[in-house]
C-alpha cells in the first residue's frame, strides 16, 4: 500500500467522522473523533467473529504507519506552530516563570512519583516490573499534550490567566518530557556511562538549542514578512520556517518541538504581526494554519483511535491501567503544588488553579507515540495498554467535564 494510498484512506475516514461529529454528536473535535473511531473500532472487532475481512483490512492500514514517525517527526512541530501562533504571547510574558516552572520542575518531579506510585500499584496486580521501566513510564506520560490541550480548552472558555499557564506549559514540557524520555531510555538499555553531566549536556544542547533555534527562525522569518505585502508568499514562508526549521533542529540534535512553539509565539505576537502582515495577509495565515490545525488534530485521533486494534490486551493490564488513572492524577496534582503556592504570593492566580491544571492536564498522541518506541523487555506491551486507557480516560472523561470545572471552580 502507498503512502499516497494510506494517507487517502485516513483523510477519508477523518473527513467521514468529523462529519458525523458536527452533524450529530456536535462534541469538541477531538473527542467527538475519539469517541466514533472507537465505536468503530469496537464494531469492526465484533464484525469480526463472523467475517475478520475488514479487521485484517484495518490491521494492514494501521501496519502501514509508523505513529512515532508521523507524528514526532512530521505533525507535532506543524501543530505546535499553530499552536503557539494562537496563543496570547503577552498573557504567556506575564506568566512565563510560572509556566517554565511546570515544564521543567513539574515534569521532573511527576516523573519521579509516577515511577514510584506505578511501580507499587503492578506489585498490587502482581506484575513485577523493573523500577527503571516504571520510571521510564513516568516520563512518557507525564507531559501534558498540547495538541489535545489546546483543541479542547477553546471551547472551555477559561479565563484567560488560566488558559495561558495550562496552555503554556503543554507547549513546552513535551521538549523537557522528551529529553527526560530519552535519557531514562539509555539508562534503562544499559548505558551506565550516563552521567550527570552527560544529562545535563543534553538538557542545554536539546531544550536550550531548540529555544535558540526557534527565535533565530522566528526573526528571520520577521524580517522576511517584513519586506514585502504578498499574502501568498508569506504563508509559504511560514510554512519554510516549520519545515525547514524541523530538518535543521533533527540534524542538529535539538528540540525541534521546542523551536517551533518559540518561532509560532515569535510570529504570532501581536507587535510582530502589526509590523509585518497587512490585514488580509493575517487573515490569510490564521486561517491556513487553522485549518491545518484541524486537518491534523482529526487525523491525528482518528489514528489514536485505530491503534486500538495493535494493542494486547490482557485483564492484568487492563486493570494496571484502569488503577494507573487516579494515580498518574494525583502524581500531578503533587506536581504542580509546590510551583503554584510558590507563585501564588507573586501573581494572582484562579481559585482551585491546581485542582483545574490536574484536572485539565490531557494526556494524547504524544505519549502513546513514546510508548510506541519501547523495546518489548522494557514491557512495551503492557505499558502501551496502560498509555492507551491513560489516553482514552484522559481525552473522553476530563475532555468532556473540564469546561463545567473550570466554570464551577474558578468562580470560588
Not at 519501547?374 to 491513560?390: A, G
Request: overall charge negative.
Amino acid at each position: 500500500m502507498s503512502l499516497y494510498v494510506v494517507a487517502s484512506i485516513l483523510i477519508v475516514i477523518s473527513a467521514l467522522f468529523g462529519y458525523i461529529n458536527v452533524r450529530f454528536l456536535k462534541l469538541p473535535t477531538t473527542i467527538g473523533l475519539m469517541v466514533i473511531t472507537l465505536v468503530f473500532t469496537l464494531i469492526v472487532l465484533a464484525v469480526s467473529s463472523f467475517d475478520n475481512t475488514l479487521l485484517e483490512h484495518e490491521k494492514l492500514l494501521i501496519a502501514q504507519i509508523d505513529f512515532k514517525t508521523v507524528l514526532l517527526d512530521v505533525m507535532l512541530s506543524f501543530l505546535l506552530f499553530a499552536g503557539a501562533l494562537h496563543t496570547n504571547f503577552q498573557q504567556l510574558k506575564i506568566q512565563r516563570k510560572p509556566i517554565l516552572t511546570f515544564a521543567t520542575f513539574g515534569t521532573l518531579t511527576s516523573t519521579f512519583l509516577v515511577g514510584v506510585f506505578v511501580y507499587y500499584v503492578l506489585k498490587l496486580v502482581d506484575l513485577d516490573v523493573d523500577f527503571i521501566y516504571c520510571l521510564l513510564f513516568g516520563a512518557l506520560i507525564s507531559p501534558t499534550d498540547p495538541i489535545a490541550v489546546l483543541g479542547i480548552l477553546k471551547q472551555a472558555k477559561a479565563p484567560k490567566k488560566l488558559e495561558t499557564k495550562i496552555v503554556g506549559e503543554s507547549l513546552f514540557n513535551d521538549g523537557v518530557g522528551v529529553v527526560v524520555f530519552l535519557t531514562i531510555y539509555q539508562i534503562a538499555k544499559g548505558g551506565s556511562d550516563i552521567t550527570f553531566g552527560h544529562v545535563a549536556e543534553m538538557f542545554l544542547v536539546e531544550v536550550g538549542g531548540g529555544i535558540l533555534l526557534g527565535i533565530l527562525l522566528g526573526w528571520i522569518t520577521y524580517r522576511l514578512l517584513k519586506s514585502i505585502d504578498d499574502y501568498d508568499v508569506e504563508v509559504i514562508i511560514t510554512i519554510a520556517t516549520v519545515m525547514g526549521g524541523t530538518v535543521l533542529a533533527q540534524h542538529f540534535h535539538l528540540s525541534a518541538p521546542l523551536a517551533m512553539v518559540t518561532a509560532g509565539l515569535i510570529v504570532g505576537n501581536d507587535t510582530v504581526r502589526e509590523s509585518t502582515m497587512s490585514e488580509v495577509t493575517e487573515q490569510y495565515v490564521d486561517k491556513f494554519w487553522e485549518l491545518v490545525d484541524i486537518l491534523l488534530n482529526t487525523v491525528l485521533f482518528v489514528m489514536i483511535g485505530m491503534e486500538m486494534l495493535v494493542l494486547t490486551f490482557d485483564n492484568q493490564y487492563i486493570l494496571a491501567g484502569l488503577l494507573c488513572i487516579p494515580v498518574l492524577l494525583l502524581a500531578r496534582y503533587l506536581s504542580l503544588m509546590l510551583p503554584i503556592k510558590f507563585f501564588a504570593k507573586k501573581l494572582d492566580f484562579v481559585p482551585n488553579t491546581n485542582l483545574i491544571m490536574t484536572w485539565g492536564g490531557l494526556r494524547g498522541g504524544i505519549s502513546i507515540a513514546l510508548a510506541l518506541s519501547l523495546t518489548q523487555n522494557m514491557e512495551r506491551d503492557l505499558f502501551l495498554v496502560i498509555t492507551y486507557i491513560v489516553v482514552v480516560f484522559s481525552i473522553i472523561v476530563q475532555g468532556l467535564t473540564v469546561g463545567n470545572l473550570i466554570k464551577k471552580l474558578s468562580k470560588e
